[in-house]
């Protein structure tokens, strides 16, 4: 009785070590406040995607300690009525623990806070009622950093000594202006002229003739009339250096013309291009897996808000409201950080998000990053901070140490493949590879991470100009790379070709890659000396590397991390060309298998007869078998072609054994038995060897 009951108390215990943690386990609601219809919509929808995607991910692997998340949308259009009243709806529920949206009305500010609820915006700058709230936090920075970034680029990166400033007389702008004249005079950049303009019936060139002896022009006007003054003034011949912000930007690049887009500069506070963190790039690429379509720069802060919110919840032994506002409270405090989907944050006193604002240019009618970046370095320690300025590595702007960024536009066009040895995990080929940037750079020190030296590799310079302000080379290059070749479904396989460029030395702190889309060619290929393959297109992305070293160099401050390099990947896609494989192995093995089912057409008392096909279709499976893994590296995995010789191991196998149990049942006496076990055993072995060999064939194309 006592094993009994000791045994059923083992088995209740088990029982309940399974059930409590799932019964435990409960829901956590994160509300979404956003523009779902109206004008602003498909804005709406795609940011919504992306937070849906964050916690889609976060569920999939578990959780947030165990717990799933769960979103409570509601619809906003985008109104102070319709924020107001999704604030009222998502408030009423305890469960929801904080709200993710666009923007927030300041009566809908007042009910969150009233409820102590978290509001993280995404999209806008809240208002400036907002700003003595605990409970609102912004992932975006205000327009006022924005503003105050203007004068501290023209004077450092363009060396301009005076400004002229053209603003139209409304609140926002004024707001604007006052933070830029305050950054300017404490750097010491003078103020030419200040142009007032009544953007409802703007006279573009008196605007223009008033901006006066000035080397630069600041505009903070509407996006239509910024497009309108700078179409004007290059038409007049200006060349003078003009920049906005990312609100006063042409709305579309192709606006500009090309001819009238030098000395153009727009800030933004984040570009994909630059971002030296690898989450970005996946969430990037995840959000174009799924949605086939390129996440906005404000799907990525959407993400960030939610990544705090989740990790406010992580982070806490009681996940309710006030933990997810003690969490985000505490990165308000010096030198706290998170990393997040779009770097390593922290906010100010006012729960705005830092960040380094960045500087876009307009490239063959696109938005792209300019080719000299700042990056603040406040708060960070900079050994030999003095010699890096005088190397022009970093400047010091109000006191704040900034780190010079080198942005260099590359691009790589294949034209002949020479091999893929698919034994010795490499290929040989030959590129163009160019490069075009401003300032002082080694382009013979880029280097291709996988690259194998000394391997008939081969570079000359084909092409060079540096009497311009933007220096560009170009090299001819032949050489020989590793890759890892997944041969898992060979020979069903389809490959890439990857080559990897970094600098040797300079890492994402001095020098980030940009892909010069516009000089690519889509189908660069004019010889492919391997009949195995057929080209399948290119692929280019950015990313990083990291050496794991700081070579000896404390200035990179990664010590633990080891130091990430900016990266330019080219994939070179290839689909194995299959009718060769169906003639040298396919058709070899179907004919050995035939061979091999010949026995059933032996009478059975021919035993010695039976053993002697079976046993010579099994070396000849053997010896194929050995002799296709010639060609193939030694991988510690089996490929689709072992899979299919295993199966005819077992076939042959299988008619051994059966062949064997017949003749015993023969020489037993049982005739009449042997002969059903012979045609029911062949008939279940042939049915179920064509249905494994089909499935196999129909896995490898899914």
């Known amino acids: 009785m006592a094993s009994f009951l000791k045994r059923e108390l083992m088995i209740f215990l088990f029982i309940s070590f399974i059930i409590l943690p799932s019964a435990n386990a ?13 004008e602003h919509k498909n804005d709406g929808q795609n940011v919504l995607k992306a937070i849906r995607l964050y916690f889609d991910t976060v569920n999939e692997a578990g959780g947030i300690n165990g717990n799933t998340v769960q ?27 904080a709200v993710i949206g666009r923007e927030f009305s300041s009566a809908a500010l007042e009910v969150y806070e009233k409820e102590g609820m978290v509001t993280i915006t995404y999209g806008s700058p809240f208002p400036s009622a907002a700003m003595t709230s605990e409970y609102a936090f912004s992932t975006i920075p205000s327009d006022e950093t924005e503003a105050a970034f203007i004068p501290v680029y023209l004077k450092s990166v363009v060396n301009c000594g005076n ?24 750097i010491g950049l003078n103020i030419s002229k200040i142009v007032p303009v009544d953007e409802k019936r703007p006279d573009v060139n008196a605007v223009l003739q008033q901006t006066g002896n000035a080397d630069a022009v600041a505009l903070l006007t509407s996006s239509d009339l910024s497009a309108s003054l700078i179409k004007a003034s290059r038409k007049q011949g200006s060349t003078l250096p003009i920049m906005g912000t ?3 930007a042409p709305d579309n690049a192709d606006a500009i013309a090309e001819k009238h887009a030098d000395n153009l500069f727009f800030t933004t506070p984040f570009l994909f291009e630059l971002a030296s963190f690898s989450e970005a790039k996946d969430f990037a690429d995840a959000y174009l897996s799924r949605y086939r379509t390129k996440p906005t720069i404000f799907s990525a802060f959407a993400c960030d808000a939610a990544h705090l919110i989740a990790e406010s919840l992580r982070k806490s032994d009681r996940p309710d409201r006030n933990a997810v506002l003690k969490h985000l ?37 696109c938005f792209a990053p300019a ?20 190397k022009g590595e970093m400047v010091l702007i109000d006191s704040v140490p900034m780190r010079i960024l080198q942005v260099v536009y590359t691009g790589m066009d294949f034209f002949r493949i020479n091999s893929i040895d698919i034994t010795h995990q490499n290929f040989d080929l030959e590129l163009f590879l160019w490069f075009r940037w401003m300032g002082e750079l080694d382009p013979e020190n880029f280097d291709f991470v996988n690259g194998i030296y000394g391997i008939e590799d081969k570079t000359e310079v084909l092409r060079k100009d540096y009497s311009e302000p933007v220096k560009y080379i170009c090299y001819k290059i032949k050489g020989t790379y590793l890759t890892h070749f997944d041969l898992r479904i060979f020979p069903f396989d389809a490959q890439h070709l990857p080559l990897l460029l970094a600098h040797k030395t300079r890492d994402a702190d001095r020098l980030m890659l940009v892909i010069d889309r516009g000089g690519l060619n889509p189908s660069p290929l004019e010889a492919m000396f391997s009949g195995e393959w057929q080209y399948d297109g290119r692929e280019d992305s950015l990313g990083t590397f990291v050496h794991h070293s700081t070579f000896g160099d404390p200035g990179y401050g990664r010590k633990k991390k080891g130091s990430l390099f900016s990266t330019y990947r080219l994939d070179i896609m290839l689909k194995r060309v299959m009718l060769p494989y169906l003639i040298t192995l396919f058709l070899p093995l179907c004919l050995m298998m035939i061979v091999c089912l010949g026995a059933v057409f032996i009478p059975k008392e021919q035993f010695g007869e039976r053993m ?27 490929t689709k072609a072992d899979q299919y010789f295993i199966v005819s191991y077992v076939v042959v196998a299988s008619f051994i054994l059966k062949t064997i149990g017949v003749n015993s049942l023969l020489h037993s006496g049982r005739e009449h038995i042997a002969a059903k076990v012979d045609k029911v055993f062949t008939y279940m072995l042939v049915t179920t060897a064509i249905f494994v060999y089909a499935l196999l064939t129909c896995t490898s194309f899914v």
């Open 246 to 248: 990312s609100t006063f």
């Open 329 to 365: 409270t505490d990165l308000k405090a010096e030198n706290r950080s998170l990393e997040c989907i779009t770097g390593e944050l922290a906010f100010d006193k006012d729960g705005i998000i830092q960040r380094d604002i960045l500087v876009n240019r307009i490239n063959t009618g």
């Open 612 to 638: 002697s096909l079976v046993m010579t279709s099994l070396l000849s499976v053997i010896v194929f078998h050995l002799a296709m893994q010639d060609k193939l590296p030694n991988v510690g995995y089996l």
């Open 71 to 97: 979103l409570v949308v509601r619809d906003d259009n985008h109104t102070p009525e319709g924020s107001e009243k999704a604030a009222h709806e998502l408030v009423r529920s305890e469960r929801v623990l």
């Open 163 to 186: 400004m002229a400033i053209v603003h139209p007389d409304n609140p926002n702008a004024v707001r604007l202006l006052d933070s830029l004249t305050r950054k300017a005079g404490k």
């Open 26 to 38: 409960e829901t956590y609601f994160v509300g979404v406040s956003l523009p779902l219809s109206g």
């Open 371 to 390: 080719f000299i970046q700042l990056r603040s370095a406040a708060g960070k320690k900079v050994p030999d901070l003095q010699e890096r300025l005088d």
